[in-house]
Structures are given as structure tokens and as C-alpha cells.
């Protein structure tokens, strides 16, 4: 098992450049989610699904998109981006919702000039 | 609103110097009280659920424990490889789906 995978492991956008970052699990999780993690905030909910086809906002949903169209995949999008969402993200996965174990990915650096 | 405060936010201690995490909340519906580690450059690594005042967990050094208020990580005779960073996080019994982290403790625990 690969667990959680992200990709790319670091990016540098331009303001008002558009990227996908990618997840993917192979454990059959249902659950999935994506986080940022900014210096001295900790790490806050973006969006999550529970299960393909199902998505749902979470703390900080703004200026980002998901879709989650098999179990395995659950990209991020970034419409424009705006030097305020240069942070580390986070994939995680579970099997059923939060309260179950999360496994998270190692992370995708973004900085946005 | 529900929100988690963790203290401190950094600690430094000497090996096997005892000491506690602290992570109080103002939830309205607590359905879970979670511990996770990071490593730095690393994502976040599960440790323990709680789900009810009085419930204590176990974990080789780390031992988590609940109340109505607050939650506990205690680490005990810690070694430098507990150096980390421990995040709480909790999920309301009405908003499900959600989860919320704490800004977390820094531990740095030296030789």
C-alpha cells in the first residue's frame, strides 16, 4: 500500500495562474479531505468528501474547487491564485468519516508570487 | 463558536523531564477529542480518540486523558524521538464531516 500520495511535492504560481494539486489513496478510504497548514494557525479544513461523487465545504472553502468523480482521487483546484494561499497542503483519508484514523499525505508546498 | 486553544505552543524539555500538553475547548456537542503528531516536513500522524470525560488512553510514553474542558497529553521520561509536534483536534456532534485542529505544541526534547 502507497497510503496517501500528493502531488506535486512543491509549487511556484503566479497570481491569477490555475493548478490542480493531486491526491489519491489506495486503502478504500470513503473519507477524504484536504487541509492547509499555515505558520502559528494550524492545519484548517478546505473541503471533504465522503464518498465519490460527494463533496462539502469545510472552514476556509474560498478560491478552491474539488470533485471527487472515483474513490481513489480527490484533486484541488486553484482557480487563480492569490498570494494568500501560499501554505503546505494536505490530503488525508479515512475509512468511513473523521472519527476514524486519518491518514494524511506528505504534503504539497505552494507559494504563490 | 466551538474552537480548541492548545498551550504552550512551544516546550523544551530534557530527556526524561515529565511534563503535560494542554489543549481546552469550547465545543458545543464534543463527539470526539483526536491527538495527532507532526514531524517536521511531514503530515500529521494519528495517536488517540477520546470521546467521553474521564476516558484515558495509553501509548507507549504518551498518555492522553479528558475532561469536560480539557484534554491532557502527558509524556513521560520522554526521549529526543518525541520531539514533534502535537496537534488536537475535535469534531461536533453537529457538523459532521468536520474537523477542527488546535495550532498545536512544539516539544523539543533534548539529550
Known amino acids: 500500500n502507497a497510503g496517501v500520495t500528493q502531488t506535486p511535492k512543491f509549487q511556484v504560481l503566479k497570481t491569477g495562474q490555475s493548478m490542480t494539486l493531486q491526491c489519491a489513496q489506495d486503502?478504500?478510504?470513503?473519507?477524504m479531505s484536504w487541509y492547509r497548514q499555515d505558520p502559528g494557525m494550524g492545519l484548517r479544513l478546505i473541503h471533504y468528501?465522503?464518498?465519490?461523487?460527494?463533496?462539502d465545504q469545510g472552514e476556509v472553502p474560498n478560491g478552491y474547487n474539488v470533485s471527487r468523480s472515483t474513490t481513489e482521487d480527490f484533486p484541488l483546484r486553484l482557480l487563480s491564485a492569490a498570494p494568500s494561499q501560499t501554505s503546505v497542503y494536505f490530503c488525508?483519508?479515512?475509512?468511513?468519516?473523521?472519527?476514524?484514523?486519518?491518514?494524511f499525505g506528505p504534503g504539497t508546498r505552494l507559494t504563490v508570487l | 463558536e466551538d474552537q480548541v486553544t492548545q498551550s504552550p505552543e512551544a516546550l523544551r524539555l530534557q530527556e526524561g523531564e515529565s511534563s503535560s500538553l494542554n489543549c481546552s475547548y469550547t465545543?458545543?456537542?464534543?463527539?470526539?477529542l483526536f491527538w495527532y503528531r507532526q514531524d517536521p516536513g511531514k503530515g500529521p500522524e494519528f495517536l488517540f480518540t477520546?470521546?467521553?470525560a474521564g476516558e484515558e488512553k495509553e501509548k507507549e510514553r504518551l498518555k492522553a486523558t479528558l475532561t469536560k474542558k480539557e484534554s491532557f497529553l502527558h509524556i513521560t521520561a520522554p526521549k529526543p524521538e518525541d520531539s514533534a509536534t502535537y496537534l488536537c483536534?475535535?469534531?461536533?456532534?453537529?457538523?459532521?464531516?468536520?474537523?477542527?485542529f488546535g495550532a498545536g505544541t512544539q516539544v523539543v526534547v533534548t539529550p
Open positions: 488525508a483519508s479515512s475509512l468511513t468519516g473523521p472519527q476514524d484514523t486519518q491518514y
Open positions: 486503502m478504500n478510504h470513503e473519507y
Open positions: 468528501s465522503v464518498g465519490a461523487g460527494i463533496t
Open positions: 465545543v458545543s456537542g464534543l463527539r470526539g
Open positions: 477520546l470521546y467521553s
Open positions: 483536534a475535535f469534531m461536533t456532534t453537529d457538523s459532521w464531516g468536520k474537523f477542527q
